[in-house]
């Protein structure tokens, strides 16, 4: 079992910057992919960034890229997500998830999840 815990999460205006942090505990995460979705009321949960295991690869959605940063410590067993140049449709739940092999954008192959932390980004 791996158990996720997000936080970094917050009210800032437009153009400013965030950084969350997904903390692990369970199990070594450098086993692990992990994954940053994010989710609003109504709609589905939707990918932002993946990170592999050791680091080295990383993939991003394309309203994302260039705005947004993935990485991880191992050491700390923390992944992050930093977010610059907020947009108000930033705004929604942001979730990590973790996969054996995986950091890509389909929801249903992570296996573990966080409760989320939320992010506001007002005009």
């Known amino acids: 079992q791996v158990q996720l815990v997000e936080s970094g999460g917050g009210l800032v205006q437009a153009g400013g910057s965030l950084r969350l942090s997904c903390a692990a505990s369970g199990r070594t995460l450098s086993s692990y992919g992990m994954g940053w979705f994010r989710q609003t009321p109504g709609k589905e949960r939707e990918f932002v960034a993946g990170i592999s295991g050791d680091g080295s690869s990383t993939t991003y959605t394309v309203s994302v890229k260039g705005r947004v940063t993935i990485s991880r410590d191992n050491a700390k067993d923390t992944v992050y997500l930093q977010m610059n140049s907020l947009r108000p449709e930033d705004t929604a739940v942001y979730y990590c998830?973790?996969?054996?092999?995986?950091?890509?954008?389909?929801?249903?192959?992570?296996?573990?999840w966080g409760r989320g932390t939320q992010v506001t980004v007002s005009s």
């Open positions: 998830g973790a996969a054996r092999t995986y950091f890509g954008t389909v929801y249903s192959k992570y296996e573990y």
